[in-house]
């Protein structure tokens, strides 16, 4: 099975995108499944995981009624407000919900830089622990080393994170973002998404501005926890989804099976 492991949907009339304004343009509009469902056919992709774009319960919630509606969409990755009191408690609710395998605070966003190793975000981790859910982890490259020590604190907690943490490709920012890859690569619950690079470089990018990052990530996460995600429709400001993966179907070669899907299904438990 062929998995996209990072699209997203979005219905502007709902009005809890913040980050959604006019002047994005493309991405401006509602995209829903009639959107997608040709690309994937396209490229040969099977299912999907269809992950939240907007710090709300409203929006999993809406999310996971997609998902009963559409079988392709193999699992949601949705949102719940780990600072509140009853976070534990809607972590619950929302993991009786077949689809619902993980969980993804809007981390890129937050301003304080060292808000995952808050005893609020503890007890909430506690919770997906126990309810078998992956931790989506949207972070800058600022955030790594954080996330490290996030991880020690929580070593039965499978962690994917996203866009190979968002590397300035544009500014060609390299060393310090590759040595803490490096790093959290060593923790075997880690899974490192191979999406959105494109959408950190420079509007004339080229395949050899993005070749020492997707390099690294093949390097440190090799075949078996690298896994291939489109960031449709966000990466389409920078990359056609076929484009992207074309791209990354050439660096995978013999190991495809396994960032193309088999990775997706151990890191997220789907069923």
Same mark, same amino acid.
């Given at each position: 099975m062929k998995i996209d492991a990072h699209q997203h949907f979005w219905k502007l009339s709902r009005g809890d995108?913040?980050? /959604?304004?006019?002047?994005?343009?493309?991405?401006?509009?509602?995209y829903g499944p009639s959107d997608l469902i040709p690309l994937l056919k396209q490229c040969g992709v099977d299912g999907t995981l269809l992950v939240q774009a907007a710090p709300t319960i409203a929006e999993t919630e809406y999310l996971l009624s997609i998902a009963d509606q559409h079988p392709f969409v193999l699992g949601v990755v949705g949102w719940v407000d780990f600072d509140h009191s009853d976070a534990t408690q809607q972590i619950a609710k929302f993991a009786q919900h077949p689809k619902l395998c993980g969980l993804r605070p809007m981390i890129q966003d937050i301003p304080d830089n060292q808000w995952m190793l808050r005893p609020s975000v503890g007890a909430a981790v506690d919770a997906m622990i126990a309810h078998d859910l992956t931790f989506d982890a949207l972070v800058l490259p600022q955030h790594l080393k954080v996330l490290n020590t996030f991880i020690q604190r929580h070593p039965n907690l499978r962690v994917v994170i996203d866009h190979g943490a968002k590397p300035d490709i544009r500014n060609a920012q390299f060393d310090e973002w590759a040595a803490d890859i490096a790093g959290l690569a060593r923790?075997?619950?880690?899974?490192?998404? /191979?999406?959105? /690079?494109?959408?950190?470089?420079?509007?004339?990018?080229?395949?050899?501005?993005?070749?020492?990052?997707?390099?690294? /990530?093949?390097?440190?996460?090799?075949?078996?926890?690298?896994?291939?995600?489109?960031?449709?429709?966000?990466?389409?400001?920078?990359?056609?989804?076929?484009?992207?993966?074309?791209?990354?179907?050439?660096?995978?070669?013999?190991?495809?099976h396994s960032i193309f899907g088999a990775n997706a299904q151990r890191a997220y438990r789907l069923r």
């Open positions: 995108y913040g980050w /959604l304004t006019p002047d994005l343009r493309a991405l401006y509009r509602d923790n075997e619950q880690v899974f490192c998404k /191979l999406s959105g /690079l494109a959408t950190e470089a420079r509007s004339d990018w080229t395949p050899a501005d993005l070749a020492p990052y997707i390099a690294h /990530l093949i390097d440190s996460f090799d075949a078996t926890r690298l896994i291939w995600g489109s960031d449709w429709p966000v990466a389409t400001s920078a990359v056609g989804y076929s484009a992207w993966h074309d791209m990354v179907q050439d660096y995978a070669g013999e190991n495809a």
